[in-house]
Every structure is written in C-alpha cells, then in structure tokens.
C-alpha cells in the first residue's frame, strides 16, 4: 500500500512539473503538414516540453503525441462514440486465455481495433486526439485492462509482439496510447460489462 501512494505522490510531483515547464512551445496543426507556434520560449526547447494540437472546425484539441498529428494526413477529428463502439467490437465472445488474445490482437482480427478505423480521422477520447494507430491502441489497452490483465503483462504483450512482427519495440507514443486506454478503464471499469458495452 505504501509502495502505491509513493507513485501516487511522484506522479503529483511530476505533474506539477510539467504544468509549470509544459507549453513551451505549442505547436497548432490544422492539418499533418500545416501549422502555426504559440508559445514559443525557445530558451528551453532542449525539456522537450513541447505540446501538439489538432485544430479542427474552430475547436483545438490536445494531441497524444507530435505523430498523432504528423504521421498521416487527416481531415477531421472524431468525438462521437468510437471508443464505446470499438471496445464492444473488441471484447466481443471474449476470452481471457493469452494465446486468443495475442491471435486476436493482430492481423485485422477482434481486438486489433485500428485496423476498423478511417486513416484520415483523429479520434477524440478523454480530451486528447489519437491518430488511427495510436486509438487503435488505447481501445487495446482498455481492453486488457477491463480483461484483467496488469499493466506489467500489456507492456511486455504489446512488446514481445512488436519485437516479433516489427522487429523493433513500440515506440513511445504507441505506449503512451494504450497507457491512456488501460488507465481510463481502470478509472471506468464499474461503468463497463466484460463484453465492452456500457452498464
């Protein structure tokens, strides 16, 4: 218990941090080529404090990562029950044994929900804009999160795959995403039966 409010208060700590050192440099993007800077203190660019948003239909929305709006070309942004819906298709006559997982979380199969998404959509949840890639992920990792599945086990699953198909590690706002998506239901789980739909 005492080991769980250390984190508690190291990630108070660091959020303080970054609220005072964070937006250095803001970076607006309209679309995945075109943008404008506010907050430009260049002085400390060297934190890597920057922040990235998408700016569509008047509204700014904060992005995961600067790839959420630079990987691929994008036209909109995506609020209206996608995750509820992607996480549904996912936990669909689900199963909790890991060899079904690793099977279905590739190759365009149940909990591989990114392959189901529009490329040039990013996709809102929580305040925070992903990219087809990075929702994809964050639906995967509330999945294994409602499922039961710690965080050490998602990281070493999402790892061991990336290594065997990729051949390389997920990249850091790949983790991030599912991160976000298993810390999320965490938060919600009560709010959520075992097959994804809302209670």
């Not at 970054?18 to 970076?27: H, R």
């Not at 990792?141 to 409602?146: K, L, N, T």
């Not at 965080?151 to 699953?157: A, S």
């Not at 061991?160 to 706002?173: H, I, Q």
């Amino acid at each position: 218990m005492s080991n769980q409010i250390w984190v508690s208060a190291e990630t108070q700590f660091y959020r303080k941090i970054e609220a005072q050192l964070d937006g250095l440099k803001d970076y607006i993007y309209t679309d995945h080529k075109n943008y404008t800077v506010e907050n430009d203190w260049g002085l400390f660019e060297w934190m890597n404090t920057d922040r990235y948003f998408a700016e569509s239909d008047g509204k700014r929305y904060r992005a995961n990562s600067k790839e959420t709006v630079t990987h691929n070309p994008w036209n909109k942004v995506e609020d209206n029950g996608w995750f509820d819906d992607s996480l549904a298709k996912g936990l669909k006559n689900v199963s909790r044994n890991p060899m079904w997982i690793l099977n279905e979380s590739q190759n365009k199969e149940q909990l591989d929900q990114k392959r189901h998404l529009e490329k040039t959509t990013l996709y809102l949840q929580d305040g925070i804009a992903y990219n087809w890639r990075e929702a994809g992920n964050y639906v995967w990792g509330a999945a294994m999160a409602r499922l039961g599945y710690s965080d050490q086990f998602q990281y070493l699953g999402a790892q061991l795959y990336a290594l065997t198909a990729n051949r390389r590690f997920d990249e850091t706002w790949e983790i991030k995403a599912f991160q976000h998506g298993s810390r999320y239901m965490q938060e919600n789980i009560n709010n959520y039966h075992l097959n994804g739909r809302r209670k």
